[in-house]
Structures are given as C-alpha cells and as structure tokens.
C-alpha cells in the first residue's frame, strides 16, 4: 500500500485512503463524517484575491473614522485605534489592550501572514520561513475578532441612536466589507493544496540545482 495515498481523520483517527475529487467535491471520513479535504482548484487564487482586498479595506477602516456621533451641537468621531486609546486614558488598560489586540492586532497579523504566504506562490517561490507564517495564522485566528466587534458596534449605535445623531462613516462600511473578505479568504485557502504546490516548487527547485 503506498503510503503516500493513506490519511489519517483529524477527529476520530481512522485510517483512510485518499481519493480523487471532483472540483467543488469534499471527501469526509466514513466513521464520523468529518470533512477530510475538498477539491478546490481556483482555491489558493481566490484566497491571494480576497486577503489582498481584506489588506487594502483594512487600511481604510483604520484610516477613517467609524461614525460620528452629533449630540446637542458638539460633534464627535472616532477611529478604532482612538477607541483603544481613550479606554486607556479613562483607567481601563487591560479592556484597551484586548479591544487593540482582538480587533487591530490579530487581523492585521492574520492578513500579513495569508499573503506572505500565498503571494510569492503564485510566482511559484517559496517565502522563507513559510511554515512558521502557517503556524502564525493558526495562532490567531481565534483571536481574531472583527465579526464580535461589528456585532458590538451595530448594537451600540443601535442604542446611541436614540440619544444623538449617529452617522456611519466610511470606515463602517469598510469593516463590513473586510469582515466577508476575511471569512472568504480563510474559506478558499485549501491546506492540502498549498502544501502540495510546495513540494512541487521544492521538486522543481531541486531538478534546478
């Protein structure tokens, strides 16, 4: 039995053999139903797209303010990152702290680390010390929390609304937008295939030398 063509379930351990998809196809481990690995030929491209488009509405969520809040006659605006300072300078450092890291930090690392690894790629070459960026985005990922921080801002504005003028800005938008690229770009990375696109530039690499 070849070696190369056995697997192992990732939730109940049963050994498997692998089998050829179809594009768009799934195989899942016939003990439990865990899905094992899918056929997604376009996948590591449109993942390039979508964490490149998640980098750039990044940018701009953090460049522009949220919204503006209009209360008797005095004007406010505020930025993600200002929200993180003001809770510091109001005495709170550790909620600060985790408001920069859960919704700054993270994504932005996050980012970085899909297309550190998936750039160069698609140029068939390897960036150094890719296996450690894969391990970063694994990290992370959990701490990653735009999707809390939107449904937190929604409800807040929900209830500022009726006590100001509440005026979503660019920013808003923005965040809203990053948040469906974010979950697009880590839904089309397909682990399999980018792993073997690496033994296939490593083998040719190998023939070059």
């Known amino acids: 039995m070849d070696s190369k063509a056995l697997l192992v379930c990732d939730q109940c351990d049963l050994l498997l ?3 050829q998809l179809e594009p768009g196809g799934k195989a899942l481990c016939s003990r439990c139903g865990n899905v094992l690995y ?3 030929p376009d996948g590591l491209r449109l993942s390039l797209i979508f964490s490149l488009t998640a980098a750039a509405l990044f940018l701009i969520s953090n460049a522009f303010p949220i919204v ?3 209360s008797q006659g005095l004007t406010n605006s505020t930025t993600l990152l200002d929200a993180a300072e003001r809770l ?3 005495g709170i450092p550790s909620i600060a702290a985790l408001v920069f890291a859960t919704t700054f930090l993270m994504p932005a690392l996050e980012i970085m680390a899909m297309i550190y690894l998936l750039l160069p790629l698609h140029f068939e070459k390897l960036p150094p010390g890719f296996s450690v960026a894969f391990r970063l985005i694994h990290f992370v990922k959990p701490w990653a929390m735009i999707e809390v921080f939107m449904l ?3 409800v807040t504005i929900s209830k500022l609304s009726a006590l100001a003028s509440v005026v979503p800005n660019i920013a808003l938008g923005s965040f809203i937008l990053l948040m469906f690229s974010v979950t697009a ?3 089309n990375f397909d682990r ?3 792993w073997e696109r690496v033994d296939g530039i490593k083998k040719l690499q190998g023939q070059l030398c």
Do not use: H, N, P, S
């Open 152 to 154: 937190g801002l929604l």
């Open 88 to 90: 510091f300078d109001d």
């Open 17 to 19: 053999r692998e089998v």
């Open 68 to 70: 503006t809040i209009d």
């Open 185 to 187: 770009a880590a839904a």
């Open 192 to 194: 399999r295939g980018y």
């Open 38 to 40: 899918r056929c997604q």
